[in-house]
C-alpha cells in the first residue's frame, strides 16, 4: 500500500524488518504487529509512520492516531525503533515517537511495558522523562506545558487515552514521564 500524494512517509517498512534483531521471545513477537498511522508533523504537513504494537491495541492507537490527525497535534516522526538499533536514548533524542521495544524499565532490572508492545512514547523532546533527582530524559529536552506537541493532564488525547484504558506517565508518582501512554 503506498502512502496518498502529497503524503510525507517517515516509514514504510515491513512486519520482518520492524522487528529485526529484537531479542524478543517468540511469544512476545508473535502477538504484535504493525500499524501505519497519520499525523500532521511540526511542519504543518501530512506524515504516514508506523508503529510495533501489541494486536489488542492496535484500534485503541488507530482510533487515537485519528484524533491526533484530525486535531493536527503535531508528532515529530513515527518510526519502529529498530531504525534506532534498539536504543530508546538514540529514539527518544530524534524525537521518535515509538511503542514495542524489547527492553527494561530505564534504572530497573525488570521488563517495560514497551517489551510486550503494551505502551507508546509520543513526542519525548516536548514531553519529556523527568527523574526524582531532577535528570530529564532525553537530554537537552524541556516540559512547556501549552507548546505545540505537548500534553498536560486534560489533553484530549490523553483523556482519549484514558478513555480507553491506559495510564498516562503525567500522572506517575514517583516520576513524571510526560510521553508515555500504558495499557
Avoid at 531504525?83 to 524525537?95: C, L
Wanted: glycine share 10%; net charge negative.
Amino acid at each position: 500500500m503506498t502512502a496518498e500524494v502529497g503524503v510525507i512517509v517517515d516509514s514504510s517498512m515491513d512486519f520482518p524488518g520492524a522487528i529485526a534483531g529484537t531479542g524478543a521471545p517468540e511469544e512476545v513477537m508473535r502477538a504484535l504487529c504493525l500499524i501505519r498511522i497519520r499525523y500532521h508533523g511540526f511542519d504543518d504537513r501530512l506524515h504516514e509512520g508506523q508503529l510495533v504494537i501489541h494486536q489488542e491495541l492496535a484500534t485503541d492507537l488507530k482510533e487515537i492516531f485519528a484524533l491526533i490527525e484530525a486535531m493536527r497535534f503535531p508528532v515529530a516522526r513515527a518510526v519502529p525503533i529498530v531504525r534506532y538499533g534498539w536504543s530508546d536514548e538514540a529514539s527518544m533524542a530524534a524525537d521518535n515517537t515509538s511503542a514495542f521495544n524489547y527492553r527494561m524499565i530505564d534504572g530497573r532490572d525488570r521488563l517495560s511495558l514497551h517489551a510486550k508492545g503494551r505502551a507508546v512514547d509520543i513526542n519525548p523532546r516536548q514531553n519529556p522523562a523527568i527523574y526524582p533527582d531532577g535528570r530529564i530524559a532525553p537530554t537537552g529536552a524541556a516540559y512547556l506545558p501549552g507548546t505545540p506537541g505537548t500534553f498536560t493532564d486534560a489533553h484530549p488525547v490523553v483523556c482519549a487515552f484514558r478513555e480507553r484504558g491506559w495510564r498516562w506517565g503525567g500522572g506517575f508518582t514517583h516520576m513524571k514521564d510526560y510521553h508515555h501512554f500504558e495499557k
